[in-house]
């Protein structure tokens, strides 16, 4: 069974500065996705970032970045430039590609606090 | 387009009752997922659903939780007697194709209340 760990339960960073989250998981699959959610205040759960397991190349979507380290299993977020707007939880989750289900494998996020 | 949409947003129940939380997903998707998140805690997978079909119920408690997508309307999560360890948030998120780029796009959830 997969599982995806965060070890940070609460960060904090002053604006305009550079975070890091952390995420490492667990599986024996070779195909997979791996996303970074965001859950602000409201609850809605907003996409942040995906990387596809096959790709070697981080995938960056402007402020957001990650490192992914398939060897190691590690898939951190970074957020550079921090802003107050990005105050919220962070959840970092797993798919299998190909199966029968589709399901995310989420970790128990980390609460990101942004400082003005 | 609209995204995935549910209702209520807030439920209370008191502890026996049945509580129904409705998912509308995006047009054109036809997989639906149901997540819960109890407090202080990340989403858990409970079901996934297409049309008519229940794919995969694994996450789903036993007894006193269904689900059901039937092929007009809205997916529907049921949970019969609830008992206060129910109260959580209930998230429904919506694929147009399981997995193509594993995409899943979430609702504003529904937080339910058992009293």
């Known amino acids: 069974a997969q599982t995806v760990t965060q070890s940070q339960p609460e960060m904090s960073v002053q604006e305009a500065e550079t975070v890091t989250l952390s995420c490492t998981y667990d599986?024996?699959?070779?195909?997979?996705?791996l996303f970074w959610y965001k859950q602000p205040p409201s609850r809605q759960m907003i996409l942040v970032i995906r990387?596809?397991?096959?790709?070697?190349q981080n995938a960056t979507e402007n402020r957001f970045s990650v490192n992914f380290q398939k060897a190691a299993k590690s898939f951190s977020l970074k957020i550079s430039d921090s802003q107050l707007g990005d105050t919220a939880m962070y959840f970092c989750?797993?798919?299998?590609?190909?199966?029968?289900?589709?399901?995310?494998?989420f970790g128990t996020g980390t609460l990101l606090a942004v400082q003005p | 387009n609209a995204g995935v949409m549910q209702n209520p947003r807030h439920l209370v129940r008191r502890r026996g009752q049945e509580a129904r939380l409705r998912c509308s997903p995006m047009?054109?998707?036809?997989?639906v997922y149901w997540y819960r998140q109890l407090p202080e805690e990340g989403l858990k997978f409970m079901v996934y659903?297409?049309?008519?079909?229940?794919?995969?119920e694994s996450g789903m408690p036993k007894e006193r939780f269904s689900a059901e997508f039937p092929k007009e309307g809205p997916s529907i999560l049921r949970i019969q007697q609830v008992v206060r360890g129910d109260s959580a948030a209930y998230f429904c998120?919506?694929?147009?194709?399981?997995?193509?780029?594993?995409?899943?796009?979430f609702g504003p959830g529904t937080r339910l209340t058992v009293l």
């Open positions: 659903l297409q049309k008519e079909n229940i794919i995969d």
């Open positions: 990387q596809e397991a096959y790709k070697q």
């Open positions: 599986t024996s699959e070779n195909n997979y996705y």
């Open positions: 989750a797993f798919m299998k590609h190909g199966g029968a289900t589709n399901k995310l494998i």
């Open positions: 047009k054109g998707h036809s997989h």
């Open positions: 998120a919506s694929s147009p194709v399981p997995s193509m780029l594993g995409e899943q796009f």
